[in-house]
């Protein structure tokens, strides 16, 4: 089993430009999450999906879009990246709303 | 919204040294989490609790549904137990685990 695993594990973007964070995991869990980490702000949620076919916002979903392509795999997409996205991206999953398993992790830079 | 605050924030400790982490917060909830994140980055979840305590290996975890706190106990402490330590709560009174609020977490640094 590989868990949860995200793409690409580094990347650097110039402001405006696009991108997508893919996430999988192989876990069988429904529900899954993307979260970002900034220093000194702890982990904060920007959507989740509680299971496959919905969405819903979290705390910081302001510049990001999603998509839960199937019950594998939910993705993070920044559409015109601004240097205030530059953080440090998780993808997390869980059965329902129990114990949360994470991703690597994916270090964005926008310059 | 579910205010979480740790402490201590840094902590540093000889190998063998029983180590206590708190965390507290300000609305009701039905779970709350402990984490681990290592230096490399990688964050593990160590426990779900709702109410009492958990054990697992040389970590244990306690919670005081009312008072707002839980407590996070290393014991015996090694250097490979370096982390820092996150406590996470539901969002909102009476909100689901799915929003999650987290705390800024406890660098803990254990020396040889």
Redesign the interface.
Known sequence: NAGVTQTPKFQVLKTGQSMTLQCAQDMNHNSMYWYRQDPGMGLRLIYYSASEGTTDKGEVPNGYNVSRLNKREFSLRLESAAPSQTSVYFCASSLSSYEQYFGPGTRLTVT | KNE?EQSPQNLTAQEGEFITINCSYSVGISAL?W?QQHPG?????LF?LSSGKKKHGRLIATINIQEKHSSLHITASHPRDSAVY?C?VP?NSGG??????????TLLTVNP
């Open positions: 979480v989490h984490l980055g990688g964050i593990v979840s779900m996150i996470a969002g689901s685990n799915y929003k999650l609020t987290f705390g800024k977490g």
